[in-house]
Antibody, heavy 120, light 107 residues
Framework: EVQLVESGGGLVQPGGSLRLSCAAS????????MHWVRQAPGKGLEYVSA????????YYANSVKGRFTISRDNSKNTLYLQMGSLRAEDMAVYYC?????????????WGQGTLVTVSS | DIQMTQSPSSLSASVGDRVTITCRAS??????LNWYQQKPGKAPKLLIY???SLQSGVPSRFSGSGSGTDFTLTISSLQPEDFATYYC?????????FGQGTKLEIK
């Protein structure tokens, strides 16, 4: 059974840092690109970042570029999101998602999400 | 980045109704369009990929159509469990942006 389990969320002050993790199981993690998507309280889904299967290619939404870093450790079947210079508008539930479908990419599995609260 | 615009933003309907949600892209993107359903407190669930392909396990009352810039999600006969928020997503360009969502409520 495919499982994605996020962790690392919590309360952080504005300007602070936090690292999220997404532990994957039930599939060959190193064969799949992975993504982070967030959802602010009461708002819609916002695409955050992507990483290729081998970690060599990364993408970021303009809203987080230069502040967030996506990475992965295929030996540990884990995806990461290092978040820095956090702002109030970064407060959200952060989901990791697996990309499948080849050229017609889609997110077929999602984690349960981890809440990041940015407040002083 | 490709901008995705859904309409309507919210919709009230009754069990048994036929419902259509529209998604428009800011540029042509062939059929690289996905639809997700999200219920409160839960992660999104994939319904339709590549504009019209039904994800395994999803009821056949859900269907998708369109290509280029205009896409639709149709629910042929609403069931109580279908009341949720629906999002489109483009996977044509590298930042797989989402529409703003359509909240489907019980009339």
């Amino acid at each position: 059974e495919v499982q994605l389990v996020e962790s690392g969320g919590g309360l952080v002050q504005p300007g602070g840092s936090l690292r999220l993790s997404c532990a994957a199981s039930g599939f060959t993690f190193s064969s799949y690109a992975m993504h982070w998507v967030r959802q602010a309280p009461g708002k819609g889904l916002e695409y955050v970042s992507a990483i290729s299967s081998n970690g060599g290619i990364t993408y970021y939404a303009n809203s987080v570029k230069g502040r967030f870093t996506i990475s992965r450790d295929n030996s540990k079947n884990t995806l990461y999101l290092q978040m820095g210079s956090l702002r109030a508008e970064d407060m959200a539930v952060y989901y990791c998602a697996r990309e499948d479908g080849g050229a017609a990419a889609f997110f077929d599995y999602w984690g349960q999400g981890t809440l990041v609260t940015v407040s002083s | 980045d490709i901008q995705m615009t859904q309409s309507p933003s919210s919709l009230s309907a009754s069990v048994g109704d036929r419902v259509t949600i529209t998604c428009r892209a800011s540029q042509s993107m062939s059929s690289y369009l996905n639809w997700y359903q999200q219920k409160p407190g839960k992660a999104p669930k994939l319904l339709i990929y590549a504009a019209s392909s039904l994800q395994s396990g999803v009821p056949s009352r859900f269907s998708g159509s369109g290509s280029g810039t205009d896409f639709t999600l149709t629910i042929s006969s609403l069931q109580p469990e279908d009341f949720a928020t629906y999002y489109c997503q483009q996977s044509y360009s590298t930042l797989y942006t989402f529409g703003q969502g359509t909240k489907l409520e019980i009339k």
